[in-house]
């Protein structure tokens, strides 16, 4: 297959890289721009582990392909930190042992940052229903809700 190039600005940096058109932006991110924090879970946009911010949207990355996103703002899991400082949900996440694998992680983050930008004053019932559509096979999911009720305030603040 033709690679065509595409540029993308991810995190607020602009990668011009040469893809397939059948190239998801998942695998982009990874592998072309070398962001490996979007983990590639079930591939059929059902796990959430891909869930990135474009245009400032919760999308599935394995379901997206990469030049659908050619000129809207990506924002991936490695823009939440501020160099060895975490994000607060990040930090919440640890304090309340909100992960044990990790590998959900990252998309729970950009899901939950996602809709409190989206919806500063989200009511807790639809914060449950959010959180719902992303898979986690280890933690039964009560602590990532205490982590994110931990810190709605600041994530309020942020929006």
């Given at each position: 297959m033709d690679k065509?190039?595409?540029?993308?600005?991810?995190?607020?940096?602009?990668?011009?890289?040469?893809?397939?058109?059948?190239?998801?932006?998942?695998?982009?991110?990874?592998?072309?721009?070398?962001?490996?924090?979007?983990?590639?879970?079930?591939?059929?946009?059902?796990?959430?582990?891909?869930?990135?911010?474009?245009?400032?949207e919760p999308v599935r990355a394995c379901l997206m392909f990469a030049h659908q996103a050619a000129g809207r703002p990506v924002r991936t899991v490695e823009s939440l930190a501020a160099g060895e400082r975490l994000h607060v949900l990040q930090q919440a996440f640890t304090d309340h042992h909100a992960l044990q694998c990790g590998y959900c992680t990252p998309g729970f983050l950009m899901l939950i940052v996602g809709a409190f930008e989206r919806d500063p004053d989200i009511a807790d019932g639809e914060l449950i229903e959010v959180l719902s559509s992303n898979l986690c096979r280890c933690t039964g999911y009560q602590n990532i809700i205490r982590a994110v009720r931990s810190v709605q305030d600041q994530l309020r603040g942020r929006a």
């Open positions: 065509h190039p595409l540029e993308l600005t991810v995190n607020g940096s602009r990668f011009t890289v040469e893809v397939e058109h059948r190239k998801t932006l998942a695998d982009t991110l990874r592998e072309d721009c070398g962001l490996t924090g979007t983990h590639v879970g079930c591939e059929h946009g059902v796990c959430g582990a891909c869930t990135v911010l474009v245009g400032g």
